[in-house]
């Protein structure tokens, strides 16, 4: 508690709102103890009533402001156990008249501000939400009917039958309709355990509405201003309020709370097979994609490799057939793997652009740098997605009549890989096999880094009459 209090006493909004609710509360004391001093009346008798009702007051305030308001943020399904206690605590304490009326009202709409600023993503926190939820609503609901022309036995009839009837939805919908699909049970099992709770209910409300009747207080209120003063009347009332109770949890509360199951199961469903659905397409995908890349860079290898066969360069031919095997290597061993090391990744990019280097050796007009980190740490990364961009630029960026330039720059940076290609554009000849063949393309790359590291990675590529560019960061993981 005093861990939450300072985590959240920094926050300016939080502090601001501390002192003005002390304020109003000190300021309530000061105005009651005036007022029982111009009555006559200010003794320790008529004195501690009134203190101990604000002190129960602020306490419950700190509790929702530093305790509850926490743990509806949390992730965890701990911190939230106790905020029924906290509930029926502050219920009954407005019930009894401890709690000032319009302090209650007040407190209420705490609650709600709890509830609609709550984690949403903590799936254990339902049952929690929703009764901080309905016991807000009761509050106002019962302060707005006292102040509106209702009949007494409505007003009964909220302030008493309505809490066992959130009591027991809450109960039906969180423990017993969850049992039924954990323990393969039907129907029947919820209506005979419902049957079975409806007399308990009918005996609590009996209870309460006892408690409140004529002389027969069983429960102490201190004489605090502006308290709920409840007196149920004579016996009548108290057997109407248990009709009313009983025909109120069968044929309201009972169906309603098997109704909103059922509504609320066949929602998660929809979205569990939705998510299923997009996973398979997703996979699906993926596998396409996938399926297109291995043939590809082997024919542009192999272009490559043929290239440099006709230039008639024994020593470079063979170069290039060991280049050729380490990726072919690569291809079978690594590329069918869904993550391999940054570090293999890039050895397979080297050998690659030192490929194609043989290709342009000759070429004085061709100019290629690399400026590629030497990393041997533990990332890892989904292969084949940074050659994509390279053999781009190689494509379109190499001419061997026409001054070109390609620049391949990898840095990592923490777990984070920055990724830049400049090269030159040139037109491709007609009769270069490469024209007319598509590839895997940059849209497949996209699509890959969107299926694969969605909001994890950063693409930007930019192109003009002679030149493009392309920069890659991408946030990758490491292999523990």
Same mark, same amino acid.
């Given at each position: 508690?005093?861990?939450?209090?300072?985590? $959240?006493?920094?926050?300016?909004?939080?502090?601001?709102?501390?002192?003005?609710?002390?304020?109003?509360?000190?300021?309530?004391?000061?105005?009651?103890?005036?007022?029982? *001093?111009?009555?006559?009346?200010?003794?320790?008798?008529?004195?501690?009533?009134?203190?101990?009702?604000?002190?129960?007051?602020?306490?419950?305030?700190?509790?929702?402001?530093?305790?509850?308001?926490?743990?509806?943020?949390?992730?965890?399904?701990?911190?939230?156990?106790?905020?029924?206690?906290?509930?029926?605590?502050?219920? %009954?304490?407005?019930?009894? *008249?401890?709690?000032? @009326?319009?302090?209650?009202?007040?407190?209420?709409?705490?609650?709600?501000?709890?509830?609609?600023?709550?984690?949403?993503?903590?799936?254990?926190?339902?049952?929690?939400?929703?009764?901080?939820? &309905?016991?807000?609503?009761? @509050?106002?609901?019962?302060? *707005?009917?006292?102040?509106?022309?209702?009949? &007494?036995?409505?007003?009964?009839?909220?302030?008493?039958?309505?809490?066992?009837?959130?009591?027991?939805?809450?109960?039906?919908?969180?423990?017993?309709?969850?049992?039924?699909?954990?323990?393969?049970?039907?129907?029947?099992?919820?209506?005979?355990?419902?049957?079975?709770?409806?007399? %308990?209910?009918?005996?609590?409300?009996?209870?309460?509405?006892?408690?409140?009747?004529?002389?027969?207080?069983?429960?102490?209120?201190?004489?605090?201003?502006?308290?709920?003063?409840?007196?149920?009347?004579? !016996?009548?009332?108290?057997?109407?309020?248990?009709?009313?109770? /009983?025909?109120?949890?069968?044929?309201?509360?009972?169906?309603?709370?098997?109704?909103?199951?059922?509504?609320?199961?066949?929602?998660?469903?929809?979205?569990? $097979?939705?998510?299923?659905?997009?996973?398979?397409?997703?996979?699906?995908? &993926?596998?396409?994609? $996938?399926?297109?890349?291995?043939?590809?860079?082997?024919?542009?290898?192999?272009?490559?490799?043929?290239?440099?066969?006709?230039?008639?360069?024994?020593?470079?031919?063979?170069?290039?057939?060991?280049?050729?095997?380490?990726?072919?290597?690569?291809?079978?061993?690594?590329?069918?793997?869904?993550?391999?090391?940054?570090?293999?990744?890039?050895?397979?990019?080297?050998?690659?652009?030192?490929?194609?280097k043989l290709r342009s050796?000759?070429?004085?007009s061709i100019v290629i740098?690399?400026?590629?980190?030497?990393?041997?740490?533990?990332?890892?990364?989904?292969?084949?997605? %940074?050659?994509? /961009?390279?053999?781009?630029?190689?494509?379109?960026?190499i001419s061997l009549q026409?001054?070109?330039?390609?620049?391949?720059?990898?840095?990592?940076?923490?777990?984070?890989?920055?990724?830049?290609?400049?090269?030159?554009?040139?037109?491709?000849?007609?009769? !270069?096999?490469?024209?007319?063949? *598509?590839?895997?393309?940059?849209?497949?790359?996209?699509?890959? &880094?969107?299926?694969?590291?969605?909001?994890?990675?950063?693409?930007?590529?930019?192109?003009?009459?002679?030149? /493009?560019?392309?920069?890659?960061?991408?946030?990758?993981?490491?292999?523990?």
């Amino acid at each position: 508690m005093l861990k939450q209090f300072n985590l $959240k006493f920094k926050d300016d909004a939080v502090r601001i709102e501390f002192w003005i609710a002390t304020g109003f509360i000190v300021a309530a004391v000061l105005i009651s103890i005036l007022d029982l *001093g111009h009555q006559n009346q200010l003794s320790s008798e008529t004195l501690m009533p009134v203190l101990f009702s604000y002190l129960i007051t602020f306490t419950i305030y700190l509790l929702l402001c530093f305790y509850m308001a926490p743990a509806f943020e949390s992730e965890s399904k701990a911190p939230l156990q106790g905020s029924l206690f906290l509930l029926v605590f502050m219920a %009954l304490g407005y019930l009894v *008249g401890i709690i000032n @009326i319009y302090f209650t009202a007040l407190l209420a709409l705490k609650l709600l501000y709890i509830y609609f600023n709550r984690n949403r993503q903590n799936s254990d926190s339902a049952l929690y939400s929703e009764a901080t939820l &309905l016991t807000a609503s009761w @509050i106002l609901i019962t302060v *707005g009917l006292l102040y509106l022309s209702t009949p &007494l036995m409505m007003r009964f009839y909220v302030l008493f039958v309505v809490p066992v009837a959130i009591s027991l939805y809450l109960y039906a919908v969180h423990v017993v309709l969850p049992t039924l699909k954990s323990g393969n049970r039907n129907i029947f099992y919820y209506f005979l355990r419902m049957l079975v709770f409806i007399p %308990l209910s009918c005996i609590a409300v009996f209870l309460i509405s006892l408690s409140f009747k004529g002389a027969n207080h069983v429960l102490v209120r201190p004489m605090a201003n502006a308290v709920m003063i409840i007196d149920t009347g004579d !016996d009548n009332n108290t057997q109407f309020l248990v009709v009313l109770n /009983f025909f109120t949890q069968l044929l309201l509360v009972m169906p309603l709370a098997l109704s909103t199951y059922r509504r609320r199961n066949m929602k998660n469903q929809e979205e569990i $097979k939705m998510l299923k659905t997009e996973l398979g397409q997703s996979d699906a995908n &993926l596998n396409f994609l $996938k399926s297109q890349i291995n043939p590809h860079f082997l024919f542009n290898a192999l272009n490559t490799l043929y290239g440099t066969a006709l230039q008639e360069q024994a020593a470079r031919t063979g170069e290039g057939i060991q280049k050729l095997g380490e990726m072919m290597r690569f291809m079978l061993e690594e590329n069918i793997k869904d993550t391999i090391t940054l570090s293999r990744d890039i050895e397979y990019l080297k050998n690659y652009i030192l490929l194609q280097k043989l290709r342009s050796a000759t070429s004085p007009s061709i100019v290629i740098e690399t400026d590629i980190e030497e990393y041997q740490g533990p990332l890892i990364i989904t292969p084949m997605l %940074l050659i994509p /961009f390279v053999e781009n630029a190689f494509k379109h960026g190499i001419s061997l009549q026409n001054s070109s330039h390609i620049k391949v720059a990898l840095q990592v940076e923490g777990t984070t890989v920055y990724f830049d290609v400049h090269n030159s554009i040139h037109s491709r000849q007609d009769n !270069d096999p490469e024209k007319e063949r *598509g590839g895997i393309g940059l849209e497949n790359v996209k699509q890959r &880094l969107n299926l694969l590291y969605p909001n994890r990675h950063e693409l930007v590529m930019r192109e003009n009459a002679r030149e /493009f560019f392309v920069h890659l960061s991408i946030q990758l993981a490491a292999n523990h």
